[in-house]
């Protein structure tokens, strides 16, 4: 798809973001996540910068929520592994309503065996704590999604987390 | 570089304060309702101990998170100056969110790291700075040009001063004892980020 059509997934997600004055993205990079990091480093509405760590983002998007900023996480699976005490002991009992985009390798053709191991932690994760979470598979469901979801967080004060599935993105293709 | 002109360059050279008593010489320098993130360890307890405000946040886990959660604020609040403090153990656990606050150019934010040489909470067990590590040294290594090491208390007082006065980033080593914290911090995490987004006045 032309990365620049109107209506790709990262161009909606951006929009929906904007809708609702999520002006802070923190992230560590992913491929997939490239058009997204793109349009948000595109857009002065925006502050958007890397960390060092996931863990770090999740603090940062939290902090600022406290002072009065929303913001977004965004990561690859593998970042997301890194999260389980970061937002069990963080976003949860303290009720912050962290944002998080986490783009789903490990499944649908990956290629890498740590990833699709590593990937299948987190879904176990969000369960065991009771985390809110979303995998979207198709273009015509990402806007109600995300749409939806910030509107609940923020209003019952706790973290949400929306997987982009290679359904949608297309993922990261074998490549030897 | 002026600000460094009265304090030790090294880590060996900085007095050993207390952290309860550093800790009210901060307190009460804050007069502009500023921030405060107590990281996890005895950090955030002697916070507690040293009266309470409710510009105050204090950690109950996610070690090493105080720096960034600061940040956020700051990010959020530009307005206000907001003060890390955290345990060397923890900062050595999230070393790159210094390297994070160095390039973003944080203005409004200052780091105080309580250095002890151990993870005390856990029993005492030596960290890295007690071999050798000098974080301050990192700090500046990350990019925060504005680091220093107390050499006291009144130099400790000194740079609190500076950091809310002049624009950040900033990083104040302090070498503390290994005396007990003064009180235990309540453990109520709803309560506790509540009474901060009050004091921030993000909510009313
Ligand atoms: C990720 C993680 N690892 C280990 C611990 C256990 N733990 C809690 S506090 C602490 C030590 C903190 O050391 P420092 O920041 O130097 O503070 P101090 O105890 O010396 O005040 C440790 C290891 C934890 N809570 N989380």
Redesign the interface.
């Known amino acids: 798809m032309d990365e620049e059509a109107p209506g790709a997934w990262h161009e909606i997600v951006r929009d929906v973001l904007k809708r609702h004055q999520v002006k ?1 993205v923190t992230y560590v990079p992913d491929n997939v996540l490239r058009p997204l990091i793109d349009a948000v480093h595109g857009d002065s509405f925006f ?1 958007a ?1 890397s ?3 996931e ?15 929303r ?1 977004i996480v965004l990561m690859q699976t593998s970042g997301f592994a890194t999260l389980p ?2 937002i ?3 976003a949860v ?4 309503p962290v944002l998080m985009m986490v783009s789903e390798r490990g499944t649908l053709g990956e290629f890498n065996i740590g990833q699709s191991l590593v990937a299948r932690t987190m879904r176990p994760v969000l369960q065991a704590l009771a985390v809110e979470h979303h995998t979207m598979t198709r273009l015509d469901e990402v806007e109600f999604i995300v749409d939806r979801s910030i509107t609940q967080a923020v209003a019952t004060q706790a973290p949400c987390v929306f997987i982009l599935s290679p359904l949608l993105t297309g993922g990261k293709v074998f490549a030897k | 570089m002026t600000f460094t002109a009265n304090h030790p360059a090294s880590r060996d050279q900085a007095k050993v304060m207390n952290r309860f008593d550093i800790t009210k010489r901060m307190v009460a320098r804050l007069k502009h309702d500023e921030a405060v993130i107590g990281g996890i360890g005895y950090t955030n307890f002697d916070l507690w101990a040293a009266g309470r405000r409710p510009q105050n946040f204090y950690m109950l886990g996610s070690m090493g998170l105080a720096v960034p959660i600061a940040l956020g604020v700051a990010l959020a609040q530009p307005q206000r100056k907001v003060i890390a403090l955290e345990g060397d153990g923890s900062i050595l656990m999230q070393v790159g969110s210094l390297a994070t606050v160095a390039a973003r150019k944080q203005k409004n934010l200052a780091i105080v790291i309580m250095d002890n040489g151990t993870y005390q909470i856990t029993g005492g067990q030596l960290t890295s700075t007690e071999l050798g590590a000098d974080i301050v040294a990192m700090a500046r290594g990350a990019g925060i040009a504005q680091s220093a090491w107390a050499a006291d208390e009144a130099a400790f007082e000194e740079l609190i001063e500076l950091s809310l006065r002049e624009d950040g980033p900033w990083l104040i080593g302090c070498r503390i004892d290994k005396e007990k914290p003064a009180e235990t911090t309540e453990r109520d995490p709803p309560r506790i980020r509540d009474q901060f987004m009050r004091g921030l006045g993000v909510k009313q």
């Open positions: 802070l502050t910068f960390c060092a760590r863990e770090e983002a999740v603090g940062i998007v939290s902090g600022a929520w406290m002072g009065g900023l913001g005490n970061a069990a002991s963080l009992p303290f009720q912050i």
